[in-house]
């Protein structure tokens, strides 16, 4: 017998509003029927999580369709606020209990950390204020989402203007660079609105909790348990002292090579020696059947994982009009599938993002064992490792796509692109903490912050008559208007993910079992234990960050340049 029934509309309050009224009037005496609470209130969750999962990828592959537009902000304004509320009475409800230290510590302990900070920081006043940044961010992916250029004769996505960027040819790289920031600035002013009010909500939002500012209670609304903003400072330190140096140092390369007076944004993509862009295939079809066969290569367990998203149902993965920009990987709580997104237009970047997303869907696929939602949801900066670590592990089966030289070129281009990842990943972060603790800056000051960070962690890049561009580069990053603070994990992993690759370089088959055993636990352990799990090091500071950066510049001194 299961509590939901199998009619259930997931997405309407008024059927969703019996059940969770039934959970909040149980008893929480016993141990028993504490944890019968709780998996039913599990149960239920999977059935919201799936319904609005499924509106949110409906909507994101049709940005331009009002009907789906319409149902997810339907769920968003009228369940989603609903749920929060009932979602607080039931985590006091199971505070309340007075066996509640008598749960198995293994199997709740994490949870339960989780819903002490949960109810720490609930405010009534802020469920409307979630809805309306819910729906803000809806309007930045549908304005990202509408933009396309004339360029040669026809119409195309910013996704697309993308493979331009690699050309040999100097003046077209150029063109199309103007175009596409020309058909950003277009729409600049509506979208440094946006992050105004976004701005505002967020901190009143702050406000409302009892913190000074966005950033500190993000912090805690994030569940980061295991560092502090003075752990991601030290981040942002490591990246400028250990990675800037030797970024500028290939910038430098780049540009000798490329016989140029100073770099220009237009050449930051292209050869260095003139050979056509790399194209690992030309339709969406082929980059599928070949990721397949990588993942094979690596193992027949990943391989047949991999292949179970072929079913028709689990991918979307070419760039058109009216579909949102990004990539991402989402579950559907209730079946535990995995679902991908993205917009591939023949790059070696999109392959990189197939192998990252599967990456996340294989951690939802070992997780899906974990019975309770919360089990199986694991923490952000973990997540990660599972995605870029597969970005790594396919380095030798890249041959599936490209000539030896070819597949050489494609290792360098990635590994090259980790270097330059951490100062990104560090310019985001920085940006972030600088405008949530700077609540009442101007846009200026903005700006002007934001030349600060790419002065200290860009490429040497020469920016004349392309000032204007150069301020709104922020504008194209996603995760600052609908998942704010959702970057730094992005650094935290890339080390864990190095560190996978490199016990794979002395043992596939050591390190392949190592990555099972740690996804399997879903988001069942804390933060560092799950690294442990991995035989990780959980730590991103200066010494960590050089010794892993180290050993990806001996393998660039292996590679043809």
């Known amino acids: 017998m299961t509590f939901v029934p199998d009619t259930l509309d997931a997405t309407n309050w008024e059927s969703l509003q019996p059940l969770y009224e039934d959970l909040v009037q149980r008893s929480v005496d016993t141990v028993t029927g504490l944890e019968e609470l709780i998996r039913d209130e599990s149960e239920l969750r999977e059935w919201v999580s799936e319904a609005g999962s499924r509106l949110y990828v409906a909507m994101t592959c049709s940005t331009d369709d009002e009907v789906k537009k319409e149902a997810y902000l339907d769920f968003v304004e009228n ?179 490329l016989a140029v007076n100073s770099l220009r944004p237009w050449d930051l993509g292209v050869d260095v020696h003139g050979r056509d862009p790399l194209r690992p295939f030309e339709e969406v079809n082929q980059m599928v059947a070949g990721t397949s066969r990588m993942f094979h290569r690596i193992s027949n367990e990943l391989g047949t994982m991999f292949d179970s998203l072929r079913d028709g149902e689990s991918l979307d993965l070419d760039s058109r009009k009216g579909k949102a920009p990004g990539g991402y990987q989402i579950s559907f709580d209730r079946i535990r599938r995995p679902f991908i997104f993205m917009n591939a237009t023949g790059l070696q970047r999109d392959l990189e993002t197939m192998v990252h997303e599967a990456g996340h869907a294989f951690h939802a696929m070992y997780s899906s064992k974990q019975d309770l939602i919360d089990n199986r949801s694991p923490p952000i900066e973990f997540a990660e490792v599972a995605s870029m670590s597969m970005e790594l592990l396919v380095h030798p089966h890249l041959d599936e796509f490209y000539s030896q030289d070819d597949a050489d070129r494609a290792r360098r281009v990635h590994l090259e692109g980790v270097v330059g990842l951490l100062p990104w990943i560090a310019t985001i972060d920085a940006f972030q903490h600088w405008t949530h603790t700077h609540p009442s800056h101007s846009r200026e000051e903005r700006a002007e912050a934001w030349r600060n960070l790419r002065k200290r962690f860009g490429a040497n890049v020469d920016w004349s008559g392309m000032e204007e561009m150069r301020d709104i580069g922020w504008h194209r990053q996603l995760h600052l208007f609908t998942y704010p603070f959702y970057y730094i994990e992005y650094g935290i992993a890339q080390l864990g993910a190095l560190q996978i690759w490199l016990q794979s370089l002395d043992s596939l088959d050591s390190a392949l079992q190592n990555y099972a055993r740690a996804m399997e636990l879903g988001g069942k352990l804390p933060l560092p234990a799950l690294f442990e799990a991995a035989e990780l090091t959980f730590s991103f500071g200066p010494e960590t960050v050089k010794e892993l950066i180290d050993a990806v510049q001996t393998r660039l001194a292996d590679l043809p340049a």
């Open 79 to 257: 369940t989603e606020p609903k749920l929060s509320e009932i979602g607080d009475r039931l985590n006091r409800r199971i505070m309340s209990s007075p066996v509640i230290n008598e749960l198995d510590s293994g199997t709740y302990g994490v949870m339960i950390r989780d819903i002490e900070a949960d109810i720490r920081i609930f405010r009534e006043e802020n469920i409307s204020l979630y809805t309306e940044l819910t729906k803000l961010g809806q309007k930045y992916e549908e304005i990202s989402g509408s933009m396309t250029v004339q360029f040669q004769g026809e119409e195309r996505t910013m996704q697309q203007m993308g493979k331009f960027l690699q050309v040999t040819n100097r003046d077209t790289r150029e063109e199309a660079y103007r175009a596409v920031w020309a058909r950003r600035l277009k729409d600049s002013e509506i979208i440094e609105n946006l992050y105004d009010q976004m701005l505002a909500i967020r901190h009143q939002i702050a406000l409302n909790a009892g913190f000074e500012n966005y950033r500190d209670y993000a912090f805690v609304a994030k569940h980061r348990f295991d560092y502090t903003p003075t752990d991601c400072e030290d981040f942002h330190r490591a990246a400028e002292e250990i990675c800037v140096p030797l970024s500028r140092t290939l910038d430098a390369q780049r540009k000798e090579l």
